[in-house]
């Protein structure tokens, strides 16, 4: 896919990996949709960086665990210029939680996360894909976690819902081809802030010490680095669907399971 001139939606991206994302776009030329939940003055941010690069930007509020919120979101970039041709789905939800406490999780807190990470992905990629199959091309990329290969992560109930993205990934990429291309971005540890806030300054140092010992390539991710891989996605990987990449250091390639706290 060119990406000069192309329209590109970013699913949370008003930090982390999605801001990183939409400002690699707009680097490339793409037009961009910036789209947040409830964090307006950072997504105004990643907006004003991806003006300075020259790329046109289209801001967007949209919770996408709302189909109406989804379809809103796609209406919005096809108002503004006609057409979309790719997708980096990256908003996401959990609730830290040791795995080994069951009474930490209620079906809420499974409802409301698959909510917007299985069911969410759903409908944003059900809201693309008319607009797609009629231009004859386009590209999803899934944002999900070694969590969902491995069963680790933040929660019990955020490992399942990655899992479930990546099975959705498989069937997505049978069923809207040959036009439109699925694949999906697995991330190891990432230092981001919301890992850190969520594990706190302890916990987030044990978990990187020992994820660091753990992968081959002895280092964690940047949000630089994962978006470097679903732009690429996007741009030059025009006979790949339905791959599940990981993009951990080698960690999946034999680590013990880490705690979420």
């Known amino acids: 896919m060119e990406l000069k001139g192309a329209v590109c939606i970013v699913t949370g991206s008003s930090a982390g990996i999605g801001a990183a994302s939409a400002e690699l776009l707009a680097s490339k030329g793409a037009r961009v949709v910036i789209n947040y939940t409830k964090s307006e003055a950072a997504a105004k941010a990643v ?3 991806c003006q300075a690069k020259g790329a046109e930007v289209l801001l967007v509020q949209a919770d996408i665990a709302a189909d109406a919120d989804c379809q809103k ?18 908003a996401g ?14 079906a809420a807190d499974f409802q409301r996360i698959f909510g917007v990470n299985v069911v969410g992905t759903y409908q944003m ?18 944002i999900s976690s070694i969590a969902g290969v491995m069963g680790l992560g933040s929660s019990i109930a955020y490992a399942a819902s990655k899992g479930a993205i990546n099975t959705m990934t498989l069937s997505l990429a049978r069923a809207l081809g040959p036009e439109i291309r699925v694949n999906t971005v697995c991330p190891g540890m990432v230092e981001t802030r919301w890992l850190q806030e969520g594990l706190g300054e302890a916990g987030y140092a044990a978990m990187r010490n020992n994820y660091v010992n753990a992968a081959p390539l002895r280092k964690p991710s940047q949000a630089e680095d994962i978006a470097e891989v679903a732009v690429w996605l996007l741009e030059g990987a025009d006979l790949v669907t339905g791959e599940i990449l990981m ?3 080698g960690f999946h390639l034999g680590a013990t399971p880490l705690k979420a706290r």
């Open 47 to 49: 907006a004003k960086t």
């Open 73 to 90: 979101l796609a209406r919005a970039a096809l108002d503004k210029w006609g057409r979309i041709d790719g997708l980096i789905n990256n």
């Open 93 to 106: 939800a959990t609730k830290f939680a040791q795995h080994s406490d069951l009474d930490a999780l209620q």
């Open 125 to 142: 990629t059900r809201a693309v894909a008319k607009a797609m199959k009629a231009q004859g091309r386009g590209a999803v990329v899934n």
């Open 247 to 249: 993009v951990d250091g």
